[in-house]
């Protein structure tokens, strides 16, 4: 009888193989995290020292008891509804535009020229380089104060953000169905509307509602610059050290956000089924 072949030792990679190009990237993130640290002046000890626990709960114990009467909340309620006016319509104004440009930013398929590939994803990184609050700032010289300047501003931003995942949902569609219609000499709008689309709908609809739970945390943002909804109001009241009203605007956005993550989330689990 033969002796079995002894298994061969598995040696460790190159220093430069693709097996270690994880082990590399960490060592590089750690240095990088560390050197994060050295160039940054943190006064841990001032942020941790007992004058700075003191001044906190102090300034915490202002916002209590919040104001709760009726003529305060129900303007907290208003301005909570605006601000989710805002975030819908940003959202959809986005998502319409998203999708129209993301039909030029995508390659259909392999034989595809895509002219404006190159172009319309070059709008698509301008418009999402540029934040929220940046655009809502410029808006404000046209539109004035108040929520248009913020919806705006929201539709801006997320049309560059949504372009982009919507082109990159139609370039990861399966191919057979679009291929198949093509064949047959329909043109690309028909291939798009029945065989593209359909496949790529339940993440269109995903992405477009987490921008929108996103969104409602941006409109309250803008309204520190004048864009209008609970924003405006927080800024308001904190500029004049109203802390009573100030935590019941908080607490207002903090239901505001919880009802719709729990709203994106249910809409999402009934369409994954």
């Not at 104001?67 to 907290?76: G, H, T």
């Not at 392999?110 to 809502?136: H, K, Q, S, Y």
């Not at 169905?177 to 496949?199: E, I, M, N, S």
Request: aromatic content about 8%; some cysteine; proline content about 6%.
């Amino acid at each position: 009888m033969t002796a079995a072949n002894p298994r061969p030792e598995r040696l460790p990679p190159a220093l430069f193989h693709r097996r270690s190009k994880a082990l590399w990237f960490g060592a590089a993130l750690l240095v990088l995290v560390i050197a994060s640290f050295c160039s940054l002046d943190l006064q841990w000890h001032a942020f941790l020292s007992l004058d700075a626990a003191r001044s906190m709960a102090r300034f915490v114990g202002e916002f209590f008891p919040p104001d709760l009467s009726a003529a305060f909340v129900r303007r907290a309620a208003l301005a909570s509804l605006e601000t989710l006016a805002m975030s819908i319509v940003g959202t959809l104004l986005a998502a319409a535009a998203g999708l129209v440009l993301a039909l030029p930013a995508s390659r259909a398929h392999d034989g595809d020229p895509a002219r404006a590939r190159a172009p319309t994803r070059f709008v698509l990184n301008a418009l999402r380089a540029v934040p929220e609050l940046v655009w809502a700032t410029l808006l404000l010289i046209s539109a004035g104060l108040g929520p248009l300047a913020g919806t705006l501003a929201l539709a801006l931003h997320t049309t560059g953000v949504l372009g982009r995942l919507f082109a990159e949902a139609i370039e990861n569609a399966p191919p057979g169905p679009a291929a198949a219609l093509r064949t047959h000499g329909l043109g690309p709008l028909r291939v798009f509307l029945y065989a593209t689309l359909p496949q790529v709908l339940p993440q269109v609809i995903s992405y477009a509602l987490y921008r929108w739970e996103n969104n409602i945390r941006a409109a309250t943002v803008l309204g520190v610059v004048g864009a209008g909804g609970l924003g405006q109001m927080l800024s308001y009241h904190m500029g004049l050290f109203q802390m009573d009203k100030t935590a019941t605007v908080l607490a207002a956005m903090i239901a505001m956000v919880a009802l719709v993550d729990a709203l994106s989330y249910l809409t999402r689990r009934a369409l994954a089924r």
